[in-house]
């Protein structure tokens, strides 16, 4: 559906043409985010570069009527940045400004198309960095991890994206420039920096963000534990949790992952472990080596076959850089994969794990695992072939089996990937209608038009209109 012509001409003049995209390529482009089960072209893209300049397109976009969206580097794996039909792509790219970094307060302010790890690197030598760190660090925006609410492997023992945010500056969807939060630990009233992160692109569009920053460790040391099974290796994470350690991360592998990443990194993973377990544990020097054998001693314990420890920085980082390419090294196995995000209770990671196995094989596919362990989110990730339809019906199939199972044992849908599209339809299973009534009703102090980012998060009863965008129609996700 494309923008009308005098809108268009208005957006042009606001943005510059270089900076309005609606040729074929671009649309298509753009048509979906890291979850590319779900699909639909958006009107156009528009590359705002100011704040002045956000709000002003806001304002055309909602004088017309035309839904918008923010979309940050277009990792999310729920569909978050996929547009509704007729949408504008409101892309953060060029919000890239680091700025005021203040290492004594140990805040900085960014714009939200700034990528993850450029930030850390950016205060690096000043022996800081922002803790969360998603597996997508290299290419996600600090935008899109506010939007989430992203975690990442570190943030086990330091909270995710929401506990290292101060402040925002906010475009609201009738374009009012609105301030949440600030530079401090703490402002007076409802906490809305807290609930505006993970609103996933629902509430306003984050045009700067005060960020908290953290000290470098002043020495980690990272381990890898081998199991035969991956069951064994979740026990290993509740023994350790159990006994009161928390590590900086505990991360798991299993078997067709260590296989892919192998291919891929060559480390010497065991060729028939049934999963590694990385962990990592990280304060000050003085009594991280006792720490480290007391892990070393409770995954013994809990059958692990081997304990090894990264011996020097380059080994620490090839295990992370195993780890968290681990995604990647899965296409050397199959021509897609369909990636699941469900939270449990860390006790119930074996029983679980042994379902999505169970589940796997009922629909004759492979599954990988490799997860954020310690917070008990799963990562599923199955293996398809998107030519082939019935390979697609069968992971969206098994995808809602594995979110039931999650439900089922007093989890969640999303550790971290957010509801978005993908995952709007099974609100009901989780909440009543009472409370996605709530829910909605805060959302509209916000949006009450919901012109901004349609179609996420909520069920829509009653508006199967919205299903065409999805194009791998099933009974779970229409
Ligand atoms: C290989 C791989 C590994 C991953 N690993 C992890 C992981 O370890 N942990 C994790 O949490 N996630 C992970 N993800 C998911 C994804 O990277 C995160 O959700 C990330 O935060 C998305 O950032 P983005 O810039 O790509 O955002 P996008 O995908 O562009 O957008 C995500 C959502 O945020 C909204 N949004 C974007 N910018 C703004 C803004 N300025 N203001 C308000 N809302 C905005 C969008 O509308 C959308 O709803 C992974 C993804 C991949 C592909």
Redesign the pocket.
């Known amino acids: 559906m494309a923008l009308p012509a005098v809108l268009r001409a208005q957006l042009a003049a606001l943005v510059g043409e270089r900076w309005i995209k609606d040729d074929p390529v671009s649309l298509f482009t753009y048509r979906s985010?890291?979850l590319t089960l779900h699909e639909a072209e958006p009107a156009a893209i528009v590359f705002p570069g100011t704040t002045a300049e956000l709000s002003a397109a806001v304002k055309i976009l909602a004088g017309a009527g035309i839904p918008f969206?923010?979309?940050?580097?277009?990792?999310?794996?729920s569909g978050?940045?996929v547009p509704a039909p007729g949408a504008v792509l409101l892309e953060?790219a060029r919000?890239r400004e680091i700025s005021d970094v203040d290492a004594v307060s140990r805040t900085v302010m960014v714009g939200?198309g700034v990528v993850?790890d450029q930030l850390s690197r950016h205060v690096r030598s000043l022996g800081l960095h922002f803790v969360p760190?998603?597996?997508?660090q290299k290419?996600?925006?600090i935008?899109?991890?506010?939007?989430?609410n992203?975690?990442?492997?570190h943030t086990l023992k330091y909270g995710?994206t929401v506990n290292h945010i101060l402040g925002l500056e906010?475009v609201l969807p009738d374009g009012e420039v609105v301030e949440l939060g600030g530079r401090t630990w703490d402002t007076p009233g409802p906490d809305l920096t807290g609930l505006f992160v993970g609103?996933?692109?629902?509430f306003?569009?984050?045009?700067r963000i005060c960020c908290r920053l953290s000290p470098l460790p002043e020495k980690a040391i990272t381990l890898l534990a081998v199991f035969d099974s991956a069951e064994d290796a979740c026990r290993g994470v509740s023994g350790i949790i159990a006994r009161g350690i928390v590590p900086a991360a505990l991360e798991l592998m299993d078997r067709v992952v260590i296989g892919a990443v192998e291919q891929a990194y060559h480390l010497g993973f065991p060729p028939r472990a049934g999963a590694v377990l990385i962990a990592e544990i990280e304060g000050l020097t003085e009594g991280l080596d006792e720490e480290a054998a007391q892990v070393e001693d409770i995954l013994r314990a809990q059958r692990a076959r081997e304990t090894r420890r990264a011996r020097s920085d380059e080994e620490r980082l090839l295990i992370w850089k195993a780890r968290k390419q681990a995604?990647?090294a899965i296409g050397r196995l199959a021509p897609s994969y369909y990636?699941q995000d469900g939270v449990i209770p860390r006790s119930r990671l074996p029983e679980v794990l042994a379902k999505i196995y169970a589940i796997a094989r009922r629909y004759e596919l492979t599954v990988g695992n490799v997860f954020?362990a310690g917070d008990g989110n799963l990562h599923p990730l199955l293996l398809y072939d998107p030519r082939r339809a019935e390979q697609v019906q069968a992971v969206l199939a098994a995808g809602h089996e594995i979110l039931e199972a999650c439900l089922a044992v007093g989890g969640a849908l999303s550790g971290?990937?957010?509801i978005?599209l993908e995952k709007s339809s099974m609100m009901g299973s989780l909440f009543n209608g009472e409370d996605l009534e709530a829910m909605k009703r805060v959302r509209a102090v916000f949006n009450p038009t919901e012109i901004l980012?349609p179609g996420?998060i909520f069920p829509s009863p009653g508006k199967c209109a919205d299903a065409p965008f999805i194009r791998a129609k099933s009974g779970i996700v229409a």
């Open positions: 985010d890291g969206l923010p979309r940050g580097a277009g990792t999310g794996l978050g940045a953060m919000f939200p993850n760190d998603p597996s997508s290419a996600c925006t935008g899109g991890n506010v939007g989430e992203s975690g990442g492997p995710v906010v609103s996933e692109g629902t306003g569009i984050a045009t995604f990647g990636t954020h971290e990937h957010g978005g980012n996420k």
